[in-house]
């Protein structure tokens, strides 16, 4: 179910930008790309959501490619409240299946 | 409005008792979803509902696994004659609307302990 590939970890510097990359390349015409992330010890929080043209929220921002085959999570300043499990999800209705995610480390 | 709330927080149970937990939605979510997680693995779907009806069972993991949202609120998960590997955390998500616009807002889990 797990349509999207994603690094196992990643890390950052505080307060350097992140991109957080995901390969999805057997996405259809109506899938949506979703990201949620996972503090330790809490469920999935929602972080942003697109479908072909780029998204900005107050959260992040999502780069969706040309081909749509592949989208980067930017987190323009990382913090230590960042570090999480950031996982990227195709969603096409009212089911959506989680991967295994990108473990994202800041560094102080 | 506080969120989705689960409980109990932590439940440790012995090998072949049943067990059961509860989900609260947000108030007037009408969609409300199971998941499971084991360590170091993303969430797996289980279930899901719009309001009372249970639109998708087949990926409960065995017939030892049951879900009800007797009145469109509030959702319990049930795991009879549990097992060892039945130890996880299980999660509740629920979301006002069905579509892929729709977000989804998680609770904090119950996770559960089976010696």
């Known amino acids: 179910d797990a349509k999207t590939t994603q690094p196992n970890s990643m890390e950052s510097n505080e307060e350097e930008p992140v991109h957080l990359p995901c390969n999805h390349s057997?996405?259809?015409?109506?899938?949506?790309i979703h990201w949620y992330r996972q503090l330790p010890s809490q469920g999935p929080e929602y972080v942003i959501h697109?479908?072909?043209s780029n998204v900005n929220n107050r959260m992040a921002s999502l780069a969706i490619a040309e081909d749509r085959k592949s989208s980067t999570l930017i987190l323009h300043r990382a913090t230590l409240r960042d570090a999480a499990v950031y996982y990227c999800?195709?969603?096409?209705?009212?089911?959506?299946?989680f991967g295994t995610g990108t473990s994202l480390t800041v560094i102080p | 409005d506080t969120g989705v709330s689960q409980n109990p927080r932590h439940k440790i149970t012995k090998r072949g008792q049943n067990v059961t937990f509860r989900c609260d939605p947000i108030s007037e979510h009408n969609r409300l979803y199971w998941y499971r997680q084991t360590l170091g693995q993303g969430p797996e779907f289980l279930t899901y509902?719009?309001?009372?009806?249970?639109?998708?069972k087949s990926r409960l993991l065995s017939d030892r696994f049951s879900a009800e949202r007797p009145k469109g609120s509030f959702s319990t998960l049930e795991i009879q004659r549990t097992e060892q590997g039945d130890s996880a955390m299980y999660l509740c998500?629920?979301?006002?609307?069905?579509?892929?616009?729709?977000?989804?807002?998680f609770g904090q889990g119950t996770r559960l302990t089976v010696v």
């Open positions: 509902f719009q309001n009372e009806a249970q639109l998708e």
């Open positions: 057997t996405i259809s015409g109506t899938d949506y």
């Open positions: 998500a629920s979301s006002p609307g069905w579509d892929s616009l729709t977000e989804a807002f």
């Open positions: 697109g479908l072909t």
């Open positions: 999800i195709l969603r096409d209705g009212d089911q959506f299946y």
